[in-house]
Each structure stands twice: as C-alpha cells, then as structure tokens.
C-alpha cells in the first residue's frame, strides 16, 4: 500500500520569498508522483509529475520539485511566490506497477501568501 | 473545451434520504474517477471506470455506494440512505485512458459539496 505525507497543514510566506512545501511517501512498489493545486471552490489543478529520469521536475507557475528516493520525498518549491499563489497543495501518488492512475493524496497544504 | 463539470454543485439532504451525483467528463476521455475528500483532508478514492466498465471499486467505502456509467460517459454516484458521516466534498476526475500515466493526466472537476443533516 502507498501512503503520502505532508507534514505541514500551513505555510504562511511573505510575497517574493522562496518557499518550500514538504511531501514524503511511502510504498513498497515503485511510484508517479504528483502535485496538484487548488484554488477556491476549483478543481484540483497537475502543478507537475515525476515518472522517470531526471530528479529535478518543472512544473506551471515557476514550481519546482525534486524527487529523491533515499529520503522517499517529493518536496516542493518556488524561488518567489506571488499573492496569487495562495492555495491549497496536494501531493500525490500513483503507483508505477498496476495498469491504473488511481491517485492517493496527502492531507494537503495551505499556502498563504501574505503582501 | 469545456472541462469536467459536476452538477449540483452543492447538496444539502437529510439523513436517510438517497442523492445521486452526476459527473459530465470531457468528452473523449476514457477513465473516470470518483474522490471523495472530507474537510481538511485529502482527496480519496472510491471508484473509476474504463469505458462503461467499473475497473475498480475498492475505494467506495460500503454498499450504500454505488456508480454507474453506462454510456461511458457521464457518471452517477449514488449514496442510499445517506448518513451524516457523507457529508463531504464529491470530486469527480476525467482522463484520456488510465494507465497511460506518461502523456496522461486527471483533469478534475469543481466538486459537489454533501452536506447530510
């Protein structure tokens, strides 16, 4: 079974400043990775996805994320949020194996982005 | 296009009374998901179907869940006898065909808030 992790329910950060959002899994087989956003009463929006190759994925809106497999993390960043980076993330992921995108989610992360 | 579009977008109910969800995916896309996601929690998955065919199922957490899709295109999520532990956010998602995950992704729609009294 897979499960994800994001420890911090809310980051509140200045505009301009650099910000990171932490997510870890755990799996026994290997995995996608995902992170999504959602702006109020939206849909989940795909930020970016790790599947193969290289560690250091780019995604919409200036996100980043970098996948490592030692530490079972997929932390996200940017260098300098904007107020309309306000959301919420979800991190999630699929695993590799079965013939299936079924998504399991963390319990997500409030980025609040202050002027 | 247009997206994946849920209707209604807010239901109120109560207890024991049955509701039913509808989901319009975009058209062409294969897969459909259902999620359910309770306040302050991550999206969790119930169901989703290939074409008309339930491919999964695990995630509906009793038999008063159930889904359809017949046409293989809109969707139906039924709870029967609904219970206050219901109340949630219903999200439905779309995909061109699951298990293509490379050039694949899950476009979901606006949500239908439950709220069950």
């Known amino acids: 079974a897979q499960s994800v992790t994001q420890l911090d329910s809310q980051v509140p950060v200045f505009e301009e400043a650099p910000v990171e959002l932490r997510c870890n899994y755990s799996?026994?087989?290997?995995?996608?990775l995902f992170w999504y956003v959602q702006y109020p009463n939206q849909g989940l929006q795909l930020l970016l996805k790790?599947?193969?190759?290289?560690?250091l994925v780019k995604g919409i809106n200036g996100f980043e994320a970098e996948f490592n497999k030692s530490q079972t993390s997929f932390h996200l960043r940017k260098p300098s949020v904007h107020i309309s980076d306000t959301a919420e993330y979800f991190c999630a992921v699929s695993p590799s194996f079965y013939n299936t995108d079924k998504l399991i989610f963390g319990t997500g992360t409030r980025l609040q982005v202050f002027p | 296009g247009a997206g994946v579009s849920q209707s209604p977008r807010y239901k109120v109910t109560k207890r024991g009374q049955d509701v039913a969800l509808r989901c319009d995916p975009i058209?062409?896309?294969?897969?459909l998901y259902w999620y359910r996601q309770a306040l302050g929690q991550g999206p969790e998955f119930l169901t989703y179907?290939?074409?008309?065919?339930?491919?999964?199922k695990s995630g509906l957490p009793n038999d008063r869940f159930s889904a359809e899709r017949p046409e293989g295109s809109i969707s139906t999520l039924t709870i029967q006898r609904t219970e206050q532990r219901d109340s949630a956010m219903y999200r439905c998602a779309s995909s061109r065909l699951a298990g293509e995950v490379r050039d694949n992704e899950q476009f979901f729609g606006p949500g239908t808030r439950l709220t069950v009294l």
């Open positions: 799996s026994s087989v290997s995995v996608y």
């Open positions: 790790y599947l193969s190759g290289s560690t």
């Open positions: 058209s062409g896309h294969v897969s």
């Open positions: 179907f290939n074409y008309e065919a339930q491919q999964d």
